[in-house]
């Protein structure tokens, strides 16, 4: 397939991938809430589920819409922030062709959390009655990483403030919004700033044919 150049070289695309339950929806609106107006948020569940009404399922119509939806944004001259479970099997042709095609900066990110502690997490949640832990079960796909150079791995200890800030920092997506504003000038107490950093780590492998 011929290239179809996307965005500018201003333009930066950060994708934030995982499991149900893992934090990807909550770490991908802070930072588009952080950055402020000029960035737009691209949410696979309101895509596929919402407008299109469709099951997450091979051929489906839903990946071809979320490419092209980042597209547009990306040539109108938005910051992108794209976000869902966009397991591999199904997704990584249209992630591969965003990434091939963005003019700008890309990082592709995936939050590495196991199934119990997403189980966890998922009693927590608002939507924790629209579907049940055998369903999590199923949708559930272990490690499902893309294997891509510089593709950045966050492990499950990692919280909220530090996954946002770690992302913005390594996809050079500036955090200039009130929001971040006000997240900076919260106090902090004073055991949290002996705790050493979570690690996290960046897979670092040859692209995939």
């Known amino acids: 397939m011929l290239a179809q150049p996307t965005g500018s070289p201003d333009t930066i695309l950060v994708c934030v991938r995982g499991n149900s339950g893992s934090g990807k929806s909550s770490i991908a609106r802070e930072l588009r809430r952080r950055h402020g107006r000029g960035c737009a948020l691209v949410e696979q569940d309101y895509l596929r589920r919402i407008l299109l009404r469709e099951r997450d399922k091979p051929g489906g119509a839903a990946p071809a819409l979320i490419g092209q939806t980042v597209r547009f944004t990306l040539d109108h001259g938005y910051h992108v922030v794209l976000e869902g479970i966009m397991h591999s099997s199904r997704y990584r042709s249209m992630l591969t062709l ?86 900076c000038e919260r106090s902090v107490p004073v055991e949290q700033l002996s705790r050493p950093p979570v690690p996290f780590r960046r897979t670092v492998r040859q692209h995939q044919p």
């Open 98 to 183: 965003l990434r091939d095609d963005h003019r700008g900066r890309s990082l592709f990110c995936y939050l590495d959390v196991p199934l119990a502690e997403t189980l966890r997490r998922h009693l927590t949640r608002p939507q924790a009655d629209e579907f049940t832990a055998e369903h999590m079960s199923g949708w559930y796909a272990a490690h499902d990483v893309l294997d891509w150079p510089d593709e950045l791995v966050l492990p499950e200890t990692t919280g909220l403030n530090e996954a946002v800030k770690t992302i913005a920092a390594v996809a050079g997506l500036p955090q200039t919004g009130r929001d971040a504003r006000l997240a």
